[in-house]
C-alpha cells in the first residue's frame, strides 16, 4: 500500500494528523486501509479487475473533509465476479468503479448500508459504472442500488443493461433512520433495460406501500432515462414529498407512477416517445400532486399506461391499493401527436371515488388529425377544467375550460413545439423548458447503449453445401453476419449454438437443411437468429420424442432474443411425436418472433409453443409473436402455443398477430392438449386477420387479466368451429 501524505491540506487538519491518499492493490490492503480512515483520506483501488470483492467501506468524515473510496484511474478499475459494495458512517464519497462482468451474491450490488440501523448519511456514488451486472438466473431477484440512510447523493452514475428480476435502484424508508430522507438522485444515465416480461422490472421506486404514507423528500432531477423498458412502471413512487424534475425519458415503455405517496410534484420533464409502443407519461394517484410544465411527445401507451393518466381512487383505501385523487394541480402541461389522456381510470366498483378538488388548467392537448384522446371514465366534477387548447378535435370528450381551435405549432429554441398564435402563449409548457442533455448525464468515459444490435448488419460468408458446413461457418461468424449459403445439400451432426445475433440465408428453394441432432440451432445468451430463404427437414432427425428445429438454452437466459424466419420451408418435423418448430426454456424471452412467406408442413408438435411459465406468476415467453402469408399444413400441435397466467398486470404483452396466412388440418393430434389450431391465454394484444383456417381446431383465446384486446376479421374457416374467445375461468 502507497500513503501519499497530502502536504497541501495540513492546514485544516491540525487535529486529525495528515489526509492520506492510500494506494491499495489487494482486498486485505483495502480493509486494512478501512480500519485506519480519517476525515479527508481517499483510498484508490490499483488499476485492473478486482475479482469476488465485497466492498464494505465505513468511516465518518465530515462535510469538509469527506473519505473517499475511488480509482486510480477512472474507467480502469473493474469489480467483477461476485461482488458489491456496502458504505455506512458519515461523509463517505465513491467514486470511479465499474461493475461488470458478475453479480452481487446478496440482493444488492450498492447498498447504502452496512447493514439494518447503520445506513449511510451523507455520502455519494458518483461516476460510478453498473454494466450488464446481472444474476444468471432471469427470476432470481437482486437490486443495483438501494438507498438508505438520510442525506445521501447519487449522482452522474451509469446504470445499463439490468435483465434480471428486481428494480434496478430503490429508495428504501424501512427504517426510521431512512424516512424523510432528503436524497438527492442526479444526473444519472438509467440507460436500456429490455422487457423482463415479469413484475420487478421498475428502473426506479422511492418507498414501498408498506411506508407509503411517509415522506421520502428525494429530488430525482436531470436523470436521463433511456429506453428503460423492463416493465409499466419506470419510475414507481410510492412516499410522498418527492420530486421529479429535469428528467428526459426517451422511448421509454411504461410511465411515471405516483402510485403511493401524497404531495409530489413533477414539472419540467420530457417525455420522448417516438411513437414506440407502449410509451408512456404520467400517472396520478393520492393526495396533492403536482404535475406541472411537463413536455410529451409521441406517447403511444394506453390505460394505465398513457400520456398522462388520471385515476380513480378506492374509498377508504388499504394501503396497498389506490388513494383517491385529492387537490390536484395539472397545468401547463404539453400532449402532442399522443394516443390517450385518461380520467377516472380504472372507475370500477372498487375503484369508485374519482378526483376531486383538482385543476386541469392551461395543458395543451395536440393531434394533427384532431381526433380526441381523452377518455373520461367516471364523474370528474371534482376537476375544474379551465383554459386548456386542443387542436380542432372532431368529438371533443370535454368542452367546457377547453378551446378548440385550429392550432399551428412551430419549434421554439429549445426544438419543443409551441402553438404559433400569442393568444395561446401561456397554454402548455413553458418555451423557458429546458431539454436535458444527455451528455450531462452518466459519465463521459463509458459509452451510453447504442441502438442495439441488428441482424444483416455484419460481413456475408459466402459457403458451399457439406457436413456441418454451417455449424463451422457460425463458429467463425461476428455478431451481425450473415451465413451465404450456395445451392445444395446441408447436413448437420451438431447443434448450432447461437449467440450472437446470425443471419442464414439462401436463394429460396436451392439449400437443404437436415440435422441428426434433437436440435438444429440452439439460441444461446446472446443470440438471436434469421432464417431466410432456407429448406429445413427433420428427416435425419433422432427417432426420439421431443425433437426441436430450434430451442433455447435449456436454463434461464437472460438476453432476450429475436428469431425470423422468411421466405422458408419447414417440413417433416415427425421422426417422433411432439417434434416442434421452436421449443422455448422456462425463464427465456423473445422480443419479437416474426414468420413471413413460409411454408411449415407435416409437424408432430407445435410451430411455436411459448408456454413454460406455468406458475401463474404473470411471466411468459415472448412479447411480439407474429405469422404474416405463410402457410401451416398438417400441423399436429399449435401454430402458436403462448401461456401468459395469473393476475398481474405490470405487463405489456405477449402481443400476437396472424394475417394473410392458411392453416390446414392444424391442431388435431391427440398431444395438443390445448385442442385449439392457435392458443393465446393470457394474450393482451391478439389481431388475427385474413386467413383461411381448414380442417382444424378451432382458435382459442382466453382472456385473463387487464385490458386485452382481441381483434378477429375477414377470417374464412372451412370444416373449423368457430374462434372461441372467453374470459378466464368462463365457459
Ligand atoms: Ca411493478
Known amino acids: 500500500m502507497i500513503r501519499i501524505a497530502l502536504a497541501a491540506l495540513t492546514f485544516v487538519l491540525s487535529h486529525a494528523g495528515l489526509a492520506e491518499t492510500l494506494l491499495v492493490g489487494s482486498q486485505d490492503e483495502f480493509e486494512d486501509a478501512v480500519d485506519n480512515l480519517k476525515p479527508g483520506d481517499t483510498i484508490m ?24 473510496l475511488t480509482a486510480e484511474t477512472r474507467g480502469e478499475v473493474f469489480i467483477t465476479g461476485q461482488s458489491n459494495l456496502r458504505m455506512a458512517g458519515k461523509y463517505l464519497v465513491v467514486s470511479g468503479l465499474i461493475f461488470r462482468d458478475g453479480h452481487t451474491p446478496t440482493n444488492t450490488v450498492i447498498s447504502f448500508r452496512r447493514t439494518r440501523g447503520d445506513p449511510a448519511y451523507h455520502s455519494r456514488v458518483t461516476e460510478t459504472v453498473i454494466d450488464r451486472f446481472n444474476n444468471p438466473e432471469r427470476h432470481e431477484t437482486d437490486f443495483w442500488v438501494m438507498m438508505y440512510g438520510r442525506h445521501n447523493r447519487f449522482d452522474h452514475n451509469h446504470l445499463v443493461g439490468k435483465s434480471n428480476a428486481g428494480v434496478t435502484m430503490a429508495v428504501r424508508l424501512d ?5 424523510e430522507n ?54 414507481s413512487n410510492k412516499s410522498g414529498g418527492n420530486t421529479f424534475r429535469g428528467n428526459l425519458f426517451f422511448e421509454s415503455r411504461g410511465t411515471l407512477t405516483l402510485r403511493h405517496g401524497n404531495g409530489t410534484v413533477v414539472e419540467n420533464n420530457v417525455f420522448l416517445g417516438n411513437r414506440a409502443d407502449h410509451t408512456g407519461g ?44 385529492v387537490n390536484a394541480v395539472i397545468e401547463n402541461n404539453s400532449i402532442i401527436d399522443s394516443d390517450h389522456v385518461e380520467l377516472g381510470a380504472g372507475s370500477d366498483e372498487e375503484r369508485s371515488a374519482t378526483p376531486t378538488d383538482s385543476v386541469f388548467g392551461s ?18 366534477g371534482g376537476i375544474e377544467f379551465r383554459g386548456n387548447a386542443t387542436n380542432n378535435v372532431d368529438e371533443p370528450a370535454l368542452t367546457e375550460g377547453f378551446v378548440n381551435a385550429s392550432l399551428e405549432l412551430v419549434a421554439a429554441d429549445n426544438r419543443l413545439l409551441y402553438p404559433a398564435d400569442g393568444q395561446f402563449a401561456d397554454v402548455g409548457a413553458s418555451r423557458e423548458l429546458k431539454v436535458l442533455d444527455p451528455e450531462s448525464t452518466g459519465v463521459s468515459w463509458y459509452p451510453k447503449a447504442g441502438s442495439g444490435m441488428r ?46 445475433p446470425l443471419t442464414i440465408r439462401a436463394a429460396p428453394g436451392t439449400a437443404s437443411i437436415e440435422f441428426e441432432r434433437t436440435a438444429l440451432f440452439e439460441i444461446a445468451d446472446g443470440g438471436s437468429l434469421k432464417l431466410s430463404g432456407l429448406t429445413i427437414s427433420g428427416r435425419a432427425a433422432p427417432d426420439v420424442a421431443g425433437n426441436s428445429a430450434i430451442r433455447t438454452h435449456r436454463y434461464s437466459m437472460l438476453g432476450n432474443y429475436a428469431l425470423v424466419v422468411e421466405d422458408s420451408t419447414i417440413q417433416d418435423l415427425n421422426t417422433n411425436h411432439s417434434f416442434n418448430f421452436l421449443s422455448v426454456a422456462r425463464h427465456t424471452f423473445a422480443d419479437r ?34 405469422m404474416v402469408g405463410s402457410t ?54 391478439t389481431d388475427i386477420f385474413d386467413n383461411v383456417v381448414a380442417d382444424s381446431r378451432p382458435v382459442r383465446v382466453i382472456h385473463t387479466v387487464g385490458d386485452p384486446v382481441t381483434r378477429l376479421g375477414d377470417n374464412r374457416l372451412e370444416r373449423t368451429p368457430e374462434p372461441i374467445v372467453r374470459e378466464f375461468g368462463g365457459q
Open 455 to 500: 441482424f444483416d448488419t455484419g460481413e456475408t460468408i459466402f459457403i458451399g453445401a457439406g457436413e456441418d458446413a454451417i455449424f463451422d461457418a457460425a463458429a467463425g461468424a461476428g455478431a451481425g453476419d450473415v451465413i451465404m449459403l450456395a445451392p445444395g445439400g446441408y447436413l448437420l451432426t451438431k447443434t448450432i449454438v447461437v449467440d450472437r
Open 632 to 685: 401451416f399444413q398438417n400441423i399436429e400441435g399449435a401454430v402458436a402455443d403462448i401461456y401468459r397466467g395469473g393476475t398481474d398486470e405490470s405487463t405489456f404483452g405477449p402481443h400476437f398477430e396472424l394475417r394473410a396466412s392458411s392453416l390446414d388440418s392444424v391442431g388435431k393430434g391427440s398431444r395438443n392438449k390445448s385442442a385449439a389450431s392457435i392458443r393465446l391465454l393470457g394474450v393482451q394484444a
Open 182 to 235: 432528503h436524497h438527492r438522485i442526479d444526473h444519472n444515465y438509467f440507460g436500456p433495460r429490455p422487457i423482463l416480461g415479469a413484475n420487478g422490472g421498475e428502473t426506479l421506486r422511492i418507498g414501498t406501500s408498506h411506508h407509503s404514507r411517509t415522506d421520502s423528500f428525494t429530488v430525482v432531477e436531470n436523470n436521463y432515462f433511456d429506453r428503460c423498458n423492463g416493465e409499466l412502471e419506470v419510475i
Open 282 to 325: 404520467i400517472r396520478v394517484i393520492n393526495a396533492d400532486q403536482v404535475v406541472r410544465n411537463n413536455y410529451m411527445h409521441g406517447l403511444t401507451g394506453h390505460r394505465f399506461g398513457g400520456a398522462l393518466v388520471v385515476m380513480n381512487g378506492v374509498p377508504n383505501s388499504p394501503l396497498n391499493r389506490y388513494d383517491p385523487v
Open 593 to 626: 418472433i416474426e414468420i413471413a412467406n413460409s411454408v411449415f408442413r407435416n409437424i408432430t408438435g407445435h410451430v411455436l409453443s411459448l408456454a413454460q411459465e406455468t406458475d401463474d406468476l404473470g411471466l411468459y415467453n415472448g412479447e411480439y409473436v407474429s
Open 45 to 68: 483501488l490499483a488499476n485492473g479487475a478486482w475479482r469476488d470483492f465485497e466492498i464494505l467501506f465505513t468511516g465518518f468524515g465530515t462535510a469538509e473533509q469527506p473519505i473517499t
Open 363 to 380: 395543458n395543451l392537448i395536440f393531434n394533427e388529425d384532431g381526433r380526441n384522446i381523452v377518455a373520461v371514465h367516471d364523474d370528474v
Open 175 to 179: 427504517g426510521e433512520e431512512s424516512r
